[in-house]
């Protein structure tokens, strides 16, 4: 007669069963651990905005490398992009701080790790603090103290005077506001020579005229979020036709603005060209926005905003090194 064995536990049928041993619970802790830290981190990188800050940095590198005939120091150009991009992302976090309650009201940010409580208030503090603090060290010490001061400047205008003030209080939050958001190509001049030159306010001046069509064509097709919010963006106060014309209005300054830099010498035909071109198709947004005004017309153009913009700065740096 066959006698049937006893199966050992030991055996690959039922290894999967067989409790964990003290070394395998450890691990199990730790990776737990682990995969908690990696999801804090990246709620905490979501507070700092880094499409904006990508955008901005990549403006206030365009500005050191517009500063000098020839190549930059290293020493400026990295810690001056990682000190402006550090500040830059301690002023979008503390912006998410600040308006946490506006952002719960809007579906464009309603799922900011703030507003849904993956991050708390004094943790966002705290690393915006720390963030900041770090750039501006970095900036003091290894770029120029000049650049230190005014990225300080820009944080404060942004962070504190924007977000305070402006923006919940007047329909011109994002004109009056936009000095902030015009600063990076200073910044980065700065951070290579030390001085603001007339180059660099011009760089300045394109940014600040570029800030309110762009804003504006987001913020048509946010209005209703934006009423709900109870925040006076200049589509809820005075209507979508005001607004378009408006638009209208600076991109035309834009693109009159966008061609100083030829006529002043700091540019040659290659930015010339880029130039009309580039004005030319963000004049057309803004002249069809205006005459049949839709959610979908003003999405694009927003969109075309932005690539207007570093496209416009891509191509001032083409001609500086042709």
Request: glycine content about 8%; charged content about 10%; some cysteine.
């Given at each position: ?108 940010t ?31 010490t290894?770029?120029n ?32 506001g ?25 760089l ?10 762009h ?97 416009l ?10």
């Amino acid at each position: 007669m066959n006698v049937e064995q006893p199966v050992s536990l030991k055996a690959p049928l039922y290894r999967g069963i067989v409790p964990s041993t003290g070394s395998e619970a450890h691990l199990g802790v730790w990776s737990t651990r682990a995969e908690q830290v990696w999801r804090r981190l990246r709620e905490l990188f979501a507070l700092t905005k880094p499409r904006v800050v990508s955008l901005i940095v990549f403006t206030a590198v365009c500005g050191m490398l517009l500063a000098t005939p020839g190549m930059v120091a290293l020493q400026p150009l990295l810690c001056g992009a990682v000190g402006i991009a550090l500040v830059a992302g301690s002023a979008a976090a503390m912006n998410c701080l600040l308006e946490r309650r506006i952002d719960a009201r809007m579906a464009r940010t309603r799922t900011r790790p703030l507003v849904t409580g993956r991050l708390d208030a004094p943790e966002a503090a705290a690393f915006a603090l720390v963030l900041g603090a770090a750039g501006l060290a970095l900036l003091y010490t290894l770029v120029n103290p000049l650049t230190m001061w005014l990225t300080l400047a820009t944080f404060v205008g942004y962070a504190f005077v924007y977000t305070l003030f402006l923006k919940p209080r007047t329909p011109q939050n994002i004109v009056l506001g936009g000095a902030a958001g015009a600063m990076p190509p200073v910044l980065g001049w700065t951070a290579v020579t030390g001085e603001v030159s007339t180059d660099a306010l011009l760089l300045f001046l394109i940014t600040f005229v570029w800030t309110p069509p762009h804003f504006w064509a987001l913020a048509l097709y946010r209005r209703k979020e934006y009423a709900k919010a109870e925040v006076p963006m200049l589509p809820v106060t005075h209507g979508v036709h005001h607004t378009t014309a408006r638009v209208l209005l600076y991109t035309l300054g834009l693109f009159a603005i966008s061609l100083l830099p030829f006529c002043t010498g700091m540019s040659g035909l290659v930015y010339l060209a880029s130039a009309l071109v580039l004005g030319a198709v963000f004049v057309t947004y803004a002249v069809v926005l205006y005459r049949g005004y839709s959610d979908r017309l003003a999405r694009a153009t927003f969109r075309y905003s932005i690539a207007y913009l570093a496209l416009l700065f891509a191509a001032l740096l083409v001609d500086h090194y042709l």
